[in-house]
């Protein structure tokens, strides 16, 4: 049983920034884990994925204003936003999955089988 804990949501202007955490309560060592988000009326979708082998995969959406990076040491994932948009507001899911590194594929969340209950972020 693996459990994922997100924090760091909540409200930010344009041309601010905010920092998202996940932590994982096991070892993430052999794993892809990553930032996937839903707004209302929307399918959800991926925003950046990152394995222990350090490989990581953004959408094009958020690629040179969004970074992933992970800290094994205390099992958790980060998401840095900076220079958020309208169309970034959603709720913001931590996944995982064990066993390799992430494929570029992996965006899609299909792969994942731990979620987190996620974490409300509205840009304005």
């Known amino acids: 049983h693996v459990q994922l804990v997100e924090s760091g949501g909540g409200s930010v202007q344009v041309g601010g920034s905010l920092n998202l955490s996940c932590a994982a309560s096991?070892?993430?060592?052999?794993?892809?884990m990553g930032w996937f988000r839903q707004a209302p009326g929307k399918e959800r979708e991926g925003v950046a994925i990152?394995?222990?082998?350090?490989?990581?995969v953004y959408a094009d959406s958020v690629k040179d204003r969004f970074t992933i990076s992970l800290d094994s040491a205390k099992s958790t994932i980060y998401l840095e936003m900076n220079s958020p948009k309208p169309e970034d507001t959603a709720i913001y899911y931590c996944?995982?999955?064990?066993?390799?590194?992430?494929?570029?594929?992996?965006?899609?969340?299909?792969?994942?089988?731990?979620w987190g209950h996620g974490t409300q972020v509205t840009v304005s």
């Open positions: 996944a995982a999955r064990f066993g390799g590194s992430c494929f570029w594929k992996e965006l899609d969340g299909a792969d994942f089988g731990y």
């Open positions: 990152i394995d222990s082998d350090g490989n990581t």
């Open positions: 096991g070892d993430t060592a052999n794993s892809c």
